[in-house]
């Protein structure tokens, strides 16, 4: 056996694993499982010409071996750039996926043969070898079912006569050394064939490589020989081994890249309802039904015709797009990322259309062929399960049907237990009675009962029968409300009933977002997919499972008097994405109208509507609002109005965050949001007031006083004396008192700038705390260091003491698991913000360093925005931005402010994806309200310009350090709080 170049078996393998994909190969043509003939692309190739080419060189470098080998390789690469650029242009003009993929393995083809006849004619005088020391080169993995993304690895099997030449190994090596002097990755066994069936026996993924071996040129007799062979000591009789192994081999599959096939980002080739699933499919149906051609599912009663229509349809289109992604990116790349995807749509021809983007478009369209993908599975695999089950022979046969024996169902006589998965006691059951399309997934639900393939195959045939007069009917909307209001799992029901098509049948509007994507990087998934795990952590709140997580909401949740109405508001709150209207608004609209037909009454219909329309806004006011301020709680209060409303509310914004992705949800936004409730419950029950404000202030700073044990009297007044209003009313008694020890030891060391750091694990923050002096652009400074030290801020708490100095808690988003390796990694955030402070290093060129625009978000536009109110504080102007998120944005924007000499009492830094949304409560610099509209206009003009990128002068001006001289401090009213979400 030969490994050329440290090229071991055991790579060879995990190629043809990597490569595994579609259709099977005969012993006589066609071998193209996909094919019906013998594919032939002269516009690709001319190998008349490249053949009369070859022999030139051969001639006019017979003595001369490196001249000869340079020339080889000259024309081969000239006729494979041709033939793979004319490939690509064919692909633009007929859009023709899985022709663009023959064309590719066919000009690949080609060129192997002629090297092939090259090496053994030119280099090895072989031509006259006889028949039996011949060798047989093929084909394996994709390559071997005859299609090639442009990207892909070529894999080759070498088969060897059980006498070989002294040429043979000499000459593959010097074939596979000219294929990867080309530019391909070539993944390579060479094996007799008594080796190739002994390890088909123990290895699952040769045994698949060689199921879809393809003869490309050398002896065929020896091709022949490993397929007859193959078939009768491998394939027969092991058809449920095979079975086991690939669909376990699918589900590991599924779980590494993610178990949903609705990642916003999928993996058109491994991911779920990818290539490599319909692939999966075919190799399954070549060994077990023994099929050569696909067609021949539909004469198996495998597929019936439209479904054989629907695969074809399927792997054309994900052939399309993999095709385009490899030529766009010039690789194999097999993630269908943000930064290609308006370029795959648009090679592809979508348009934008109201509502929905052309590229959005694109991932609908793909995301239904997914889905499509999946339905075709689960229809495969119940016939395959029929079958299997009528295959079995003897004692093993009658074991099987004993242990599949159908029970009865108490209170229905429609369906049936099949060993713990529920199917359909007769054919006709939806056809009698088309309810039993909902009572199906309700009998599943009450009973714990899994579906049987069978009878999801049987209702996704079956959706016909979904008119009008269904969605209207009582019983039929009663078995739907209890399905979503299940105490047991309805996520489970509900995704089942989407997979099927049922879901999006029953409820209209629900299609309409069935497979939709936000071409954004907040959200993770479909829309669709996001309602239900929606609908999924609301269920876990409810069972208690989620206490750890959500504390008030799980204590809420028992409490909630409708909660009828709370779930049905969870599914529909972004029924209504990708409309022209605004979702929150146009969502109200389908929820005013399809709750009374599921039966709930015009009070739960309002609270629902309310719900719909409102759902964004608790967790806007507490990310980009001051919950401190009173006219805050004050407006969200009177848009609440009362305290059902207020838990729902809370409840379903922690479930829609939740579900938005991994990642998005941490500890400080159930801080925020936990804030903001209780506040307004205050309000709304009549205990929220301002009055004793002044008295509370003495009573904390009393309170702060006594808490100092071990200082002296009068250092406990002079320290207590430091501290204004806001700090006292704010602060935790807690941290006041670890502030006083902070700064009691910075003063006893003599520091100007100290840090201290500690992590927040519930939170999934780390507090950094500064001490410094006063300064103007102190905020941009600290969220310059940040930034370029890769932090990002969720909140940082900035106050003003009487002696002219600041004292600022910045909280960043944690990195690590183990406290140690996040104190180490709060430590160096610590140094590097007290270097850029004392001016040892300069904030410019630190940013410029260590920060990178990340290459998604360049994928994105966002308009920027800028909106500046005095009706949302009785203080304060309030300075709403909105643009494309990048490394050191808000030390950008507070310098612009800082400018334009207004001081900044707090902001909200609250990032979704790669659009950011800051929120900043400002003054001018005596203390009153900007109310001038030529000040206002100049203002909007400079911040966005800042978003737009357009100037950069502002960081030349950012100063290298605050120490000296030490600035007058700032009045006393600037208690600072800076709450960020990213």
Known sequence: MLHVSGRSNGDMQERWQMQRNTQPVGQDAPRHFMARHEPFFPEILDVATLRARLSFIASAHA???EPMRQALLAAFKQANFAGRTKARELLAVDGAGIKCAERISWLQDQLIALLHDFVLNEVFDAAKAPEASRIAVT????YGRGTLAPGSDIDLLFLLPAKKAVWAEPAIEFMLYILWDLGFKVGHATRTIEECIRLSRADMTIRTAILECRYICGSEVLANELETRFDHEIVRNTGPDFIAAKLAERDQRHRKAGDTRYLVEPNIKEGKGGLRDLHTLFWIAKYFYRVKDSADLVKHGVLSRQEYKLFQKSEDFLWAVRCHMHFLTGKAEERLSFDIQREIAEALGYHDHPGLSAVERFMKHYFLVAKDVGDLTRIFCAALEDQQAKDAPGISGVISRFKHRTRKIAGTLDFVDDGGRITLSSPDVFKRDPINLLRLFHVADINGLEFHPAALKQVTRSLSLITPQLREDEEANRLFLSILTSRRNPELILRRMNESGVLGRFIPDFGKIVSMMQFNMYHHYTVDEHLLRTVDILSRVERGIEEEAHPLSATLMPGIEDREALYVAVLLHDIAKGRPE?????????????????????KQTETVVWLVEEHLTMSMVAQTRDLNDRKTIVDFAERVQSLDRLKMLLILTVCDIRAVGPGVWNGWKGQLLRTLYYETELLLSGGFSELSRKERAKHAAHMLG????????ADREAYVRLHYQPYLLSVALEDQVRHAEFIRDADRAGKTLATMVRTHQFHAITEITVLSPDHPRLLTVIAGACAAAGANIVDAQIFTTSDGRALDTILVNREFPVDEDEMRRAASIGKLIEDVLSGRKRLPEVIASRTRVKKRSKAFTVTPEVTISNTLSNKFTVIEVEGLDRPGLLSEVTAVLSDLSLDIASAHITTFGEKVIDTFYVTDLVG???????????????????????????????????????????????????????
């Open 139 to 142: 084909a394996v993995g994709g």
């Open 706 to 713: 006594e808490a100092l044990t071990d200082w002296s009297e």
């Open 582 to 602: 605004d979702h929150s608004v146009a969502g109200a609209k389908v929820a005013r109208k399809l709750c009374p037909r599921l039966g709930l009454s015009p």
């Open 63 to 65: 003595e001369q071996r």
């Open 928 to 982: 009153s309200k900007i109310t001038s509209e030529n000040r206002q206009t100049h203002i909007a003009a400079r911040l966005k310009a800042v978003l737009a990128g357009e100037v950069d002068e502002v960081r030349d001006r950012m100063p290298s350090g605050i120490i000296a001289p030490a600035p007058a401090p700032r009045a006393s009213h600037a208690s600072k709080t800076t709450k960020a979400e990213t």
